[in-house]
């Protein structure tokens, strides 16, 4: 099993700024994939930024030029920099991982989500 927790969620105006991390633990060979997505209230979840093990990065189209991912592979950690935030925003936002476990001689594919962290943005 992977664990993923997350944290440095909150309230703040908008303008402001907040940075979330998200640690990585438990049975880990590799992790391939590190993204975080949000989901507001009536809504679907949605892929935010995302970034493989090579650091290359993407981002919707809604946070380009605000937010920026990046990952520290020796912690396990992708971080999300949060700048100019709006409203809009405000959300729960969750850490997802794609990554590989050895099973014996085997390599195991495997996918988890955090628990979410909201974030708030008031006007």
């Known amino acids: 099993q992977v664990q993923l927790v997350e944290s440095g969620g909150g309230l703040v105006q908008a303008g402001g700024s907040l940075r979330l991390s998200c640690a990585a633990s438990?049975?880990?060979?590799?992790?391939?994939?590190m993204g975080w997505y949000r989901q507001a209230p009536g809504k679907q979840r949605e892929l935010v930024a995302r970034?493989?093990?090579?650091?290359?990065?993407n981002y919707a189209d809604s946070v380009k030029g605000r937010f920026t991912i990046s990952r520290d592979n020796a912690k396990n950690t992708v971080y999300l920099e949060m700048e100019s935030l709006k409203p809009e925003d405000t959300a729960v936002y969750y850490c997802?991982?794609?990554?590989?476990?050895?099973?014996?001689?085997?390599?195991?594919?495997?996918?988890?989500w955090g628990q979410g962290t909201q974030v708030t943005v008031s006007s």
């Open positions: 438990g049975s880990i060979f590799s992790i391939n994939l």
């Open positions: 970034i493989t093990s090579s650091d290359s990065t």
């Open positions: 997802n991982a794609i990554g590989t476990r050895l099973r014996g001689a085997r390599l195991e594919s495997w996918e988890s």
